[in-house]
């Protein structure tokens, strides 16, 4: 009859395409959308797991956190933000991102989770003041150059492919710190190696390096020290 609806080969109506079943590739979809949650929640409970047997003091598997010795990310890994080592005592954000745990720095000077909060590392006339008579107090030994590392000093532009580190200790530098470079050449040292020399922050990796009294020669240019500036204090 000229009012019949006009069928597909089998008697099925042409208006019925839409009303079938779900497109395979709809049903795949969803199937790995669900596959990729479960596996994210086993990848977080994973880490949790073991923060909890590592890192007792930091029970949470996301959220703030402060680096311990028991740290998974402690010494070795380095912030994916501004490139420092990790510190005892630094405060965090660790989350999972993409299966993977994720650490930031979480500090005033070290704002790499929340930029809007960061503190300005340029010091104040009161602050350098207060440098420039800790050091006047505990002046540098003979024979040795030591200075106190500027904010403005290239070793933090953010233009470097990467941080400078302690040749002494796994810890990159950090303004303030007061550090001693190699004694093959006090009067220019052109290796520009250098080591922690700060005894009021704990870290006195020059003075270890120093006591070695095997250490002959530069670690980087390997010219002979003198006994006076391998041995002199």
């Given at each position: 009859m ?21 497109a395979?590739s ?10 990729e949650?479960t596996?994210?929640?086993?990848v977080r409970?994973?880490?949790?797991g ?7 003091a930091?029970?949470l598997?996301e959220?703030r956190?402060?680096?311990?010795s ?11 933000v501004?490139r420092h080592?990790y ?10 991102e ?10 005033p000077?070290?704002?790499c989770?929340?930029p809007?909060n ?5 010091g104040?006339p009161v ?8 050091d006047?107090?505990?002046p540098p ?8 590392l ?10 470097r492919?990467y941080?400078?580190q302690c040749?002494?200790?796994?810890r990159?530098f950090r303004?303030?710190e007061?550090v001693?470079?190699?004694?093959c050449?006090?009067e220019?040292?052109k290796c520009?190696?250098?080591a922690?020399?700060d ?5 006195t990796?020059?003075?270890a390096l ?9 670690m ?9 500036r391998?041995?002199?204090?």
């Amino acid at each position: 009859m000229s009012g019949d609806r006009a069928r597909l080969p089998g008697g099925v109506p042409s208006g019925a395409e839409a009303a079938g079943p779900p497109a395979r590739s709809t049903v795949k979809s969803t199937a790995e959308s669900t596959a990729e949650s479960t596996a994210e929640s086993l990848v977080r409970s994973f880490e949790a797991g073991l923060r909890l047997g590592r890192d007792p003091a930091n029970l949470l598997p996301e959220g703030r956190a402060r680096t311990t010795s028991g740290s998974p990310w402690w010494p070795s890994e380095r912030c994916p933000v501004c490139r420092h080592s990790y510190r005892i005592g630094d405060d965090v954000w660790v989350s999972i991102e993409n299966g993977r745990l994720v650490v930031r720095h979480d500090m005033p000077t070290l704002s790499c989770q929340f930029p809007e909060n960061a503190t300005p590392v340029e010091g104040t006339p009161v602050l350098e003041a207060f440098y420039a008579a800790l050091d006047a107090a505990n002046p540098p030994p003979r024979n040795f150059v030591v200075e106190r590392l500027n904010p403005r000093d290239m070793l933090f532009d953010a233009r470097r492919p990467y941080r400078v580190q302690c040749v002494g200790c796994p810890r990159t530098f950090r303004p303030y710190e007061v550090v001693a470079f190699c004694p093959c050449n006090p009067e220019e040292p052109k290796c520009r190696l250098r080591a922690h020399r700060d005894p009021g922050a704990g870290l006195t990796c020059f003075d270890a390096l120093i006591s070695d009294k095997r250490r002959r020669h530069c670690m980087l240019s390997f010219k002979k020290l003198s006994s006076q500036r391998s041995e002199g204090w």
